[in-house]
């Protein structure tokens, strides 16, 4: 039977993503995207579907009830993208972040439990779990206690408290994923990989903050998508699932070095800047659990859709040359 899901923050990176990939595995499902529009959400990002018939867009915030609660209507899913999701920005206006990731959410699960909502599917990030030494071998699962360490980390580790609240106390069926770094296409040129092709493409020089030996648990978008869905679909209730990528572990040394040699470029692009506070060592994620209950593992290697994602950006140009200047102002 044919479900209807609404999808918050759809014209952001990963909710773009889902929706094609949603719309391609369940063709007669609809989906209402709810998205702000903030300096994350773009409208070229969801052009190849927006003429879906089964796809409707509502311009406005998660924080708005009377908007939301009409978001909601006949809904049977929910997958909750929208927030605040750069760590950089969190650092400059903590606030934003409280009200985007912990009230936004709170909105929503009031909405979801009055509209009887079947499942709550809330995204978030494995930097709730804080941050890693390296060479220890040691993983984040759902096991693991946890220790945001920025304003981000500790906006997306409160709106999980919230999630699992309702569940709790009353009886809203959830499920969460905590997933490590998505790349690939429609991520917005602010972040570290799309920053570092985009600027390769332009001639700028390549930035790493400190040492550059920090290291990120890279899974490519689609991958995402499809673990969500299984969760979605076959996941238990008010359950928790950790999602990762890479089993060998690159810095983000090695990952500019890959995508410089693709450019045929040296080293000597690179610009080691000032670090950024608190800025978390290195990132893993034990996903056993959803590989053992769900089948899930990751289907794309590194540096194969790295290669893929470079090209992406060298052939969508359009799509992200509006969005340079104001990411590269963030940094100035
Ligand atoms: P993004 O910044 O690219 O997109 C966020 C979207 O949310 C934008 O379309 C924006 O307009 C929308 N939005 C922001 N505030 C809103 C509001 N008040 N009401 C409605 N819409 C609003 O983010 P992303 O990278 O696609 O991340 C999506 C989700 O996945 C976030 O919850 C993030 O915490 C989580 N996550 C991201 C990653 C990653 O590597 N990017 C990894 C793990 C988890
Ligand atoms: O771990 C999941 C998280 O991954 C998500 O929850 C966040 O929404 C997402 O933004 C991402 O957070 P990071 O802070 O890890 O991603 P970012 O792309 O900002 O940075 C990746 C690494 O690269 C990090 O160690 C900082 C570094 N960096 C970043 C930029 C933009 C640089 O060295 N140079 C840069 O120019």
């Not at 990132?283 to 209950?293: G, L, S």
């Amino acid at each position: 039977m044919a479900r209807k899901l609404l999808v918050t923050g759809g014209c952001g990176f990963i909710g773009s993503n889902f929706i094609s990939y949603w719309f391609s595995r369940y063709p007669k499902d609809s989906i209402t995207n709810l998205d702000a529009l903030t300096y994350a959400g773009h409208l070229s990002s969801t052009a190849h579907f927006a003429d879906n018939k089964n796809y409707h867009f509502i311009k406005g915030s998660i924080l708005n009830k009377r908007v939301v609660e009409r978001a909601m209507k006949d809904v049977d899913i929910v997958v909750h993208f929208a927030a605040e999701s750069h760590v950089d920005r969190s650092i400059k206006n903590p606030t934003l972040f409280l009200e985007t990731n912990v009230l936004g959410t709170q909105v929503l699960l009031e909405s979801a439990l009055r509209n009887k909502i079947k499942r709550f599917h809330h995204i978030s990030t494995d930097e709730v779990y804080g941050a890693l030494e390296f060479n220890t071998g040691e993983k984040f699962s759902e096991e693991t206690s946890y220790r945001p360490r920025s304003p981000y980390a500790a906006s997306k580790a409160a709106s999980d408290h919230l999630v699992q609240s309702y569940a709790h106390t009353f009886g809203l069926p959830t499920t969460i994923t905590n997933c490590s770094n998505n790349f690939g296409p429609f991520q917005d040129p602010e972040k570290f990989i799309p920053r570092l092709i985009t600027n390769c493409i332009e001639d700028r020089k390549v930035m790493l903050y400190g040492d550059g030996l920090n290291v990120r648990d890279w899974l490519h978008v689609e991958d995402h998508c499809r673990a969500i869905d299984l969760v979605i679909t076959k996941g238990s209730i008010n359950n928790t699932y950790c999602i990762g990528g890479q089993v060998d572990e690159v810095s983000n040394l090695e990952v500019a070095t890959r995508v410089l040699n693709y450019f045929n470029k040296s080293t000597d692009q690179i610009a080691f800047v000032t670090d950024r506070l608190g800025h978390d060592r290195r990132y893993a994620v034990n996903w056993t659990k959803i590989r053992t209950e769900l089948g899930w593992k990751p289907r794309y290697q590194f540096d194969e859709w790295l290669t893929a994602t470079i090209k992406w950006y060298e052939e969508n140009t359009a799509w992200w040359r509006p969005l340079k200047e104001r990411a590269e102002k963030l940094y100035r």
